[in-house]
């Protein structure tokens, strides 16, 4: 049982934000763009007085309408529908904003991974921003397949916030935020004002709540609101309907609050977003050094795990879990050489020595459990 308490103290007043919305809060039963509901959307959007950047569902959904799909289960068949129906979304949207203009961004998994692409990607969101338009994000399904694509547009909102370094990430979902219990069919599930840390527990508690016209449910909304607030970054998950835009920002405490972590450079940011390619496996001497804000050295290399190349990604693993990730100077085959050994061993072993480090401390960002025990 999850304890209900807490005031939702502490909301922002941002300079940038975030805010997702799902297929089923822009479109009716049918699948088709409602919109009304845009519109309404737009109004709270605009009530922060803010810069924005709305990460929109919607485009398969309006798509297989569209297109008289029934069912869009092959790969082709929903990037044909997402193609058609993103279309439809931008223009509905251009319509609820006007005069205000939008601009359409279109991501995958790849331009978070190469940091030209990632911070070509950020430069665009400013130069919006500047212009006074109100971008709007989706994934680019129309192109994605399976090895880029982020899955669903949750955690995309929560990578959208992470690049242009949001101040706050919000959630818009059919029900009003985190409950106890499925609030559609348990009529005592509360609702949980406040989450100090998500935890396991949680994640298990919000199993399976989701929309039959989107590919997010509660779970996915507690992960990538765990990617927002391990960034810093805080995030509430709040009912669509209500006017419920309008009223958080106007300071009234409703939904879901999700406090975050201490906020992360934008290069830890990259870093912590890269796809992981490996792990490295380290003794608990390598974890307290690292916690002590030093490199990893291969004498607290135990194992490694993966075929990863230099420059690479990869999870820093100690005897109780993952500490850290950050890029490699070794790649994979060097460093099952020279682990257990000294960096004056190096040279002799591999016959050059580029680097004194495995991970230097400056592209490695430890887990906020080891941040919290290094204070």
Same mark, same amino acid.
Do not use: C
């Given at each position: 049982?999850?304890?209900?308490? &807490? ?14 919305? @799902?297929?089923?809060?822009? +479109? ?6 409602? $919109?009304?509901?845009?519109? /309404? ?8 007085? /803010? ?33 058609? @129906? ?5 223009? !509905? ?14 991501? +995958? ?25 109100? $971008? ?15 899955? !669903?547009?949750? +955690?995309?909102?929560?990578? +959208? ?15 009003? @935020?985190?409950?106890? /219990? ?22 298990? #508690?919000? &199993? ?42 106007? &300071? ?7 406090? $975050? ?14 796809? #992981?390619? @490996?792990?490295?496996?380290? !003794? ?13 050295? %291969? ?31 070794? $790649? ?35 887990? %906020?459990?080891?941040? !919290?025990?290094?204070?």
């Amino acid at each position: 049982m999850v304890e209900v308490k &807490g005031t939702n103290e502490g909301r922002l007043r941002p300079r940038r934000l975030v805010v997702k919305v @799902g297929s089923s809060t822009i +479109t009716d039963e049918r699948g088709m763009i409602a $919109p009304p509901q845009l519109w /309404a959307l737009a109004r709270g959007v605009q009530a922060w007085g /803010a810069q924005v950047a709305v990460v929109s569902s919607g485009a398969i959904a309006a798509g297989r309408w569209a297109l008289g799909l029934d069912q869009v289960r092959t790969l082709p068949k929903k990037q044909a529908a997402a193609a058609v @129906g993103q279309a439809l979304v931008m223009l !509905d949207w251009a319509r609820a904003f006007a005069p205000t203009p939008v601009g359409q961004i279109l991501l +995958t998994h790849e331009d978070f991974q190469a940091r030209r692409r990632y911070l070509n990607a950020r430069n665009t969101f400013e130069a919006l921003f500047s212009a006074g338009a109100v $971008p709007i994000v989706n994934e680019n399904d129309a192109v994605a397949t399976a090895e880029i694509k982020f899955g !669903d547009n949750d +955690t995309l909102s929560a990578w +959208t916030a992470y690049l242009i370094e949001a101040e706050l990430l919000i959630l818009l979902t059919d029900i009003d @935020g985190l409950y106890t /219990a499925d609030p559609h069919t348990d009529p005592n599930a509360q609702l949980i004002p406040e989450v100090p840390e998500i935890t396991p527990q949680l994640l298990t #508690l919000a &199993g399976g709540t989701g929309s039959s016209r989107g590919t997010g449910g509660m779970v996915t909304k507690l992960r990538a609101a765990r990617i927002a607030t391990d960034a810093g970054i805080p995030v509430i998950i709040a009912g669509v309907g209500g006017q419920a835009l309008e009223r958080l920002a106007a &300071g009234e405490k409703i939904g879901t609050y999700f406090h $975050p972590r201490s906020r992360r450079s934008g290069r830890q940011r990259w870093i912590a977003g890269l796809e #992981l390619q @490996g792990a490295v496996q380290v !003794d608990a001497g390598a974890v307290k050094a690292l916690r002590q804000g030093r490199s990893l050295l %291969p004498s607290g290399v135990t194992g490694v795990e993966g075929d990863f190349g230099f420059g690479e990604a990869v999870r820093v693993v100690g005897p109780e879990g993952e500490v850290a990730r950050g890029l490699v100077n070794y $790649p994979a085959e060097e460093l099952r050489s020279i682990l257990g050994h000294k960096t004056s061993e190096i040279a002799q072993i591999l016959g050059h020595k580029d680097y004194d480090e495995v991970i230097h401390r400056d592209n490695m960002v430890l887990t %906020p459990s080891l941040v !919290d025990q290094a204070k």
